[in-house]
């Protein structure tokens, strides 16, 4: 599998040299043309689709007279989308046809949580492009969290969208994807900054650390008797809805229910919050400041 995408995306790179070196060969000077192309981990959940509609609404509303494009990372998201009837192009894919309709000047945004290693995938296509020099300029913007600036960012659009109705000695749990590579810190890091103003609320993940037991002893130790339950996700899809809230008895809500402790589930992505898609828009305007 691994391979095969190697060599795919190689027919992509020599069929660029190749069409680079034709449109120099007219010796024409192309147009500016500026472009974005907003790329997301994705989700085949139809649920999911109210995150990246808002993402879409305030990337066009900052951006009216520029063209605005997607695109998914994750071939199994785009596998049973295509079944569905739904094509979403992978990244190299979407490039490619941006390529051939003459943009000159593409942002690409990063819509991921953390500098993990899709972002880091993501990187290096957006770097083997650069190289080929079919587009004038194509840069790369931050995903969510990727200084410590964000992280500030990040706290305050969490303390304000948490349950108007919570109260002070109830918990709120954020469940992050996680992952094995070196990032994975950023959601211990977030959680420090954040109890920092509210000790009741807590970060874990599904695939790194912390785990949801470690968030478990923590909150049984601090006397937690009610918890809301959040995915800290930019859509509450198939992690939110079965690890997080589902009755499995491994789901979060199951395992903490278990621990003596009320769960209420919030089945709502970080991008239907205004103030998280807000970070990504600053991220793809200090990008678009470049062209």
Same mark, same amino acid.
């Given at each position: 599998?691994?391979?095969?995408?190697?060599?795919?995306?190689?027919?992509?790179?020599?069929?660029?040299?190749?069409? *680079?070196?034709? *449109?120099?060969?007219?010796?024409?000077?192309?147009?500016?043309?500026?472009?974005?192309?907003?790329?997301?981990?994705?989700?085949?959940?139809?649920?999911?689709? #109210? *995150?990246?509609?808002?993402?879409?609404?305030?990337?066009?509303?900052?951006?009216?007279?520029?063209?605005?494009?997607?695109?998914?990372?994750?071939?199994?998201?785009?596998?049973?989308?295509?079944?569905?009837?739904?094509?979403?192009?992978?990244?190299?894919?979407?490039?490619?046809?941006?390529?051939?309709?003459?943009?000159? $000047?593409?942002?690409?945004? *990063?819509?991921?949580?953390?500098?993990?290693?899709?972002?880091?995938?993501?990187?290096?296509?957006?770097?083997?492009?650069?190289?080929?020099?079919?587009?004038?300029?194509?840069?790369?913007?931050?995903?969510?969290?990727?200084?410590?600036?964000?992280?500030?960012?990040?706290?305050?659009?969490?303390?304000?969208?948490?349950?108007?109705?919570?109260?002070?000695?109830?918990?709120?749990? =954020?469940?992050?994807?996680?992952?094995? $590579?070196?990032?994975?810190?950023?959601?211990?890091?977030?959680?420090?900054?954040?109890?920092?103003?509210?000790?009741?609320?807590?970060?874990?993940?599904?695939?790194?650390?912390?785990?949801?037991?470690?968030?478990?002893?923590?909150?049984?130790?601090?006397? #937690?008797?009610?918890?809301?339950?959040?995915?800290?996700?930019?859509?509450?899809?198939? $992690?939110?809805?079965?690890?997080?809230?589902?009755?499995?008895?491994?789901?979060?809500?199951?395992?903490?229910?278990?621990?003596?402790?009320?769960?209420?589930?919030? =089945?709502?992505?970080?991008?239907?919050?205004?103030?998280?898609?807000?970070?990504?828009?600053?991220?793809?305007?200090?990008?678009?400041? $470049?062209?």
């Amino acid at each position: 599998m691994v391979k095969r995408g190697i060599v795919f995306i190689m027919a992509i790179i020599f069929i660029f040299i190749a069409f *680079s070196v034709a *449109s120099a060969a007219h010796g024409k000077k192309q147009e500016t043309k500026k472009g974005i192309l907003l790329v997301a981990f994705g989700s085949s959940e139809e649920s999911a689709q #109210v *995150s990246f509609d808002n993402i879409d609404k305030k990337t066009k509303a900052a951006f009216p007279d520029i063209p605005v494009y997607w695109a998914y990372t994750s071939h199994i998201i785009r596998n049973k989308l295509a079944k569905q009837g739904k094509v979403l192009d992978a990244p190299e894919v979407a490039l490619a046809k941006m390529m051939a309709e003459g943009f000159t $000047h593409v942002a690409v945004q *990063s819509l991921h949580t953390i500098l993990g290693e899709e972002y880091h995938d993501l990187r290096k296509m957006v770097g083997a492009f650069n190289q080929m020099g079919g587009f004038e300029k194509i840069i790369l913007g931050y995903p969510l969290m990727a200084t410590q600036d964000d992280m500030v960012k990040v706290v305050d659009a969490i303390l304000k969208n948490i349950p108007k109705e919570r109260k002070p000695n109830e918990a709120v749990v =954020l469940m992050g994807h996680g992952t094995h $590579h070196p990032s994975n810190a950023f959601y211990a890091a977030l959680m420090f900054q954040i109890q920092l103003k509210d000790p009741n609320i807590f970060v874990g993940t599904v695939e790194g650390y912390p785990e949801v037991d470690d968030i478990k002893e923590l909150m049984v130790k601090q006397g #937690v008797k009610k918890a809301y339950l959040m995915p800290f996700m930019s859509v509450a899809g198939d $992690h939110a809805k079965n690890d997080m809230a589902g009755d499995e008895d491994d789901s979060w809500k199951s395992v903490l229910t278990k621990a003596g402790i009320e769960c209420r589930p919030i =089945l709502k992505g970080t991008a239907e919050f205004d103030d998280f898609v807000n970070i990504w828009i600053d991220h793809l305007k200090a990008v678009m400041a $470049h062209f």
